[in-house]
């Protein structure tokens, strides 16, 4: 249609999990001096396997590595997808 703004299909990349580069599901903040997110299930892999390394920096720290939910994230996510489903569902109306 000429005239409206299609909605945006591309994940914007702070959705985007460092790891996989898919848009994430449930964020996790990892407690390092870089303080990135990663889909939780891709950074307890790469935990496992490495316990002290930061998956974006590659840099190894002196503990093990911790993290908690970043619920703000998810909120925003969650808060993209809808608005995108609801333009999606309006651009296919008309």
Excluded: Q
Excluded at 57 to 72: C, I, K, S, V
């Amino acid at each position: 249609t000429v005239g409206r703004a299609m909605p945006s299909t591309e994940v914007p990349d702070e959705f985007t999990c460092a790891i996989t580069l898919d848009l994430m599901k449930d964020p996790v903040l990892l407690h390092t001096a870089a303080g990135h997110s990663y889909e939780r299930s891709a950074l307890e892999d790469h935990l496992r396997r490495r316990p002290r390394v930061d998956p974006f920096t590659g840099h190894r720290a002196p503990h093990a590595l911790r993290f908690t939910p970043n619920r703000g994230l998810k909120d925003a996510i969650e808060r993209w997808l809808r608005k995108r489903d609801h333009e999606g569902s309006s651009n296919e109306s008309t």
